[in-house]
């Protein structure tokens, strides 16, 4: 059967619908997954559309054997996604952390809904944002991105998988409910035109060490079925795989799993950032909830405050220059009872204020306009 990949053209999708696309146009070719509100749609248009280019959907029994489905299939050298919410993330959990520790490409879907436990299951929250970072144990980096519409939910998709094979590290990939659920117009250019912003993982030649990094930190990778004789174990390792229980592997290791992020950090940080040169208050906000702050930032210029916004795009590493650079005041506005407040009270030099909601609403304009006239006054 010949291979039916997207045509030129405008499309009419919820978010859901946009983030499989994009990982399929992305290279995306294995998935598997389990159900969960608001993520399900995704696990459907995988089903759907995977096998008409040639790849693979299973559904799992649980999200624990989701996520190791996907390592596995990515040792082969396929570019690999599974999708859920945050009681699914919770489960995974142990296997991401497997993931960095192994440095396997993957990208994991996070449709967030209202939390703690079975919470809100179809509407709108912001509650996983610190879940995305620091979900597992010991210390770690991996990357995490969050769109505000559906064609960017589309054109992310090619960052995400671009960063898991570049770094060899698990891509955090954040919805919400409204940007899941939510139909907007989406322009899918020409196959060739996206393909060429497809970059593959580093492969590893002959004579090589399966851990032994290149100046940029990150090995390259070998695959299974291609010959070479490799061990993979979540086991404290040296360069050759195998198992090393000294404290300074542990030491040699970790840090450059780390550093090999951190490094990089500034290529990966992505903002927006609206009307901030002269702003005396900065808005930061993401995803669904930042459509909402871009509208209140308007009409509170037209009221004379000067305020601005700006979008996180990159979550983790957390771009934090873009906080650091402006001698404004900073509110954040999410939707939880404060998670991105304490990583920019961090580095901000002046004061920051909450806006937080969690009833699985996202604030009106009004709501944030009435809270910048009240700091600001």
Not at 178 to 199: D, F, T
């Amino acid at each position: 059967m010949s291979e039916k990949h997207l045509k030129e053209g405008y499309y009419f999708w919820s978010g859901d619908v946009a983030a499989a696309e994009g990982a399929i146009a992305a290279g995306c070719r294995f998935y598997a997954g389990y159900p969960i509100t608001p993520s399900s749609e995704i696990a459907e248009q995988m089903a759907l559309r995977l096998p008409q280019v040639g790849g693979k959907f299973i559904e799992m029994e649980d999200e624990i054997a989701s996520i190791a489905a996907i390592i596995g299939a990515s040792w082969t050298g396929k570019r690999v996604m599974t999708a859920t919410s945050g009681p699914g993330i919770s489960l995974m959990n142990e296997n991401i952390g497997l993931a960095v520790m192994t440095e396997v490409p993957v990208v994991v879907v996070n449709a967030m809904r209202g939390a703690p436990s079975t919470g809100l299951p179809t509407l709108v929250g912001q509650g996983d944002l610190m879940q995305a970072m620091y979900g597992s144990h010991g210390s770690y980096q991996i990357i995490s991105l969050y769109p505000n519409s559906i064609q960017e939910t589309f054109d992310l998709m090619f960052e995400a998988f671009n960063y898991a094979e570049k770094y060899r590290v698990p891509v955090m990939y954040l919805l919400d409910g409204l940007l899941a659920h939510m139909y907007e117009r989406v322009y899918v250019p020409p196959k060739e035109e996206w393909e060429k912003k497809i970059l593959w993982r580093k492969r590893a030649k002959e004579g090589f060490l399966p851990y032994q990094p290149e100046d940029d930190l990150v090995p390259p990778m070998p695959l299974i079925g291609e010959g070479y004789k490799i061990h993979a174990t979540g086991l404290t390792h040296d360069e050759s795989g195998y198992p090393n229980l000294t404290p300074q592997a542990q030491e040699k290791l970790v840090r450059r799993l780390n550093e090999k992020i951190l490094k990089h950090e500034e290529e990966i940080w992505k903002v927006e950032e609206f009307m901030t040169e002269d702003a005396d208050l900065i808005i930061v906000s993401f995803g669904g909830e930042a459509r909402a702050v871009k509208s209140a930032v308007v009409e509170a210029r037209k009221e004379g405050y000067k305020v601005g916004m700006l979008r996180l795009i990159t979550i983790w590493p957390f771009p934090h220059k873009f906080i650091e650079k402006y001698s404004a005041d900073f509110m954040v506005a999410e939707l939880n009872y404060g998670q991105i407040y304490h990583k920019v009270r961090e580095y901000a030099g002046n004061k920051v204020y909450k806006l937080n909601k969690m009833g699985g609403e996202i604030h009106t304009p009004d709501e944030i306009l009435r809270k910048i006239r009240e700091v600001m006054a």
